[in-house]
């Protein structure tokens, strides 16, 4: 059997381009003791893969040149060589970009989405959904009356980083780019408010929509949204650090250096910033992201998007637009 | 009865100079009832009273213009309108850069040293060690094998700091300028290694005295002490910020934004950098703080320094040379 597989060809300077990918095929054998042969229904494209096509010292490997590109899928068994699986289970693992696998079956997760469709275990109840529970939960810690900002409000982390706010009585102000984007997330998600990143006043739209001043604020996209943020942080602010989609393509070079003015915000007002990848959290809080929020997925009370990719030959475009933020809603890509 | 003061002539802009104080002489005063009135004995003098002096939005007002300077001192009580006071006693009070002042008692805390020398209230049995203390054992939290780095190693927040680290097991490498100050943090105090920032090689003379890496980084100087500490932090290290000296003579403009490489690596190595004011662990710790402290002090386990200026008309010129690093030891001023 064989497998249709997408490798990083080069290593990007900059934005990745088509060029970074190549297309292989690769051949399949049966399945070993242990193992289980999965066919990919669909794969989850993410940001962090921006880090791992850099030799940057990182929390994890680089996938290496000539390497079949990392990610997570959600995949259907095909054959089983473990008890623990059966022939048409719905599971997760971290296949790669490819349409079939064979994987130890103990990297291999059962998919529980509670009546929710598979697909949710790659966006709103997989890693992007405990990115923003954990985050929320060890680190923003929203207390009602509060004013949460999020970037990134309509993707699949700030969208439920805004409705678990909400949730717990905070004010959830969120942030995105251009008027559909926007439109979704006031009048679909129910945010408090919104604010267009690319508004010639976005800093002091963004202050008239904080009158109170901001006590989390989700950092998930990096670049110059910071600067609109820092100053209305408000003291024992809190900011969880999960990602910085403007920043994998490399450094921005500013007019001036901005470190001294954020870290004596932090002193000045007593911040805590802290990065965390959601893996830190799954021993301690996985279990009960799943319980409460598959049934509140699986009802509709909590909200999702997800923005369907079809074929696995279309990921590396669809990948290099999401880094441009030309996605909206979870980006998934139905591999078969 | 009249009370000599310093008051703040005028604004710096960048380092403070000796035309922005002033003397002058204040009428004091018959204490109130539930006043005591107060002989000044010591005056601390600490780099926050550098941010004192300015405009900008802080988590303390500013000392108005022609107003007294900000400071803690150490005092006897020369007649007391409160019971819980009486005459003879030594407290500490927030009374200001002056010889005398009558306060409110309930402002007025007896000074317990357990036999230390009363001086020690204002530092190392006072808010500057308090700063360790709080910054280590809520923020910093170092464990056993791990290392710590603290710079103005030779003063009373970093030599406390070091000395913490080094009580649970921890490796304690000091930062310190000039060989006085490198060979008091080695060998008075016992650090594990010091490094003297002047040095040409200053960051790669600091990444060999942590050769693995450094898991607590209890910033209180600013500057580019930061640029040689950022790369070896570790995944998990905790920075608590407590003071930017560096910083408080105004933004260092850099060649380059070094603020996207300091947020990138927040999140790659999970770092949390937490921004605190010692205050705001008083309620919960400062009890432990002089129970635990008190004694190790008086008994001379915890070694501490301090620099004595003589006279209140010295303390300006005092104070202006503490920005520069000229002290060695806790600053203070004898008044009287």
Chains 1, 2 share one sequence.
Request: include cysteine.
């Amino acid at each position: 059997m064989k497998s249709t597989a997408i490798v990083l060809a080069s290593r990007p300077t900059g934005a990745p381009g088509p060029e970074n990918f190549r297309t292989e095929e690769i051949e399949i054998e049966a399945p070993l003791d242990g193992e289980v042969s999965l066919r990919v229904l669909y794969l989850s494209l993410d940001p962090y893969m921006r880090g791992r096509m850099s030799d940057a010292k990182s929390y994890a490997e680089p996938v290496p040149v000539g390497g079949v590109m990392e990610g997570e899928t959600v995949c259907e068994v095909m054959q089983s060589k473990n008890p623990g699986f059966k022939e048409g289970d719905i599971v997760r693992a971290m296949t790669g970009w490819r349409t079939h696998a064979n994987m130890d079956a103990r990297r291999v997760k059962q998919v529980n989405t509670y009546g929710a469709p598979a697909s949710t275990a790659l966006g709103v109840l997989g890693m992007p959904g405990f990115t923003a529970y954990g985050g929320m939960k060890v680190i923003g810690q929203p207390k009602s009356g509060e004013t949460v900002v999020v970037a990134a409000a309509s993707g699949p982390v700030g969208s439920l980083v805004g409705q678990l706010a909400m949730r717990v009585g905070a004010r959830a102000v969120g942030i995105a780019g251009g008027r559909d984007k926007c439109d979704y997330v006031k009048n679909e998600l129910g945010f408090d408010a919104v604010v267009d990143h690319r508004s010639p006043d976005f800093a002091s739209e963004l202050a008239g929509l904080c009158p109170k001043g901001i006590d989390v604020y989700f950092e998930n996209v990096g670049g110059h949204v910071w600067d609109a943020v820092l100053p209305l942080l408000n003291l024992y602010a809190r900011v969880p650090v999960c990602g910085l989609i403007a920043q994998y393509n490399g450094p921005v070079i500013g007019e001036q250096d901005r470190l001294p003015a954020t870290v004596s915000a932090i002193l000045r007002r007593s911040l805590l910033l802290r990065g965390f990848i959601n893996t830190e959290f799954v021993p301690t809080h996985y279990e009960a992201f799943q319980q409460e929020l598959g049934p509140l997925v699986a009802s509709g009370e909590i909200k999702y998007r997800e923005d369907v990719v079809d074929g696995l030959e279309n990921a590396p475009e669809a990948f290099i637009g999401m880094l441009r933020g030309s996605n909206f809603g979870k980006l998934l890509v139905r591999v078969s």
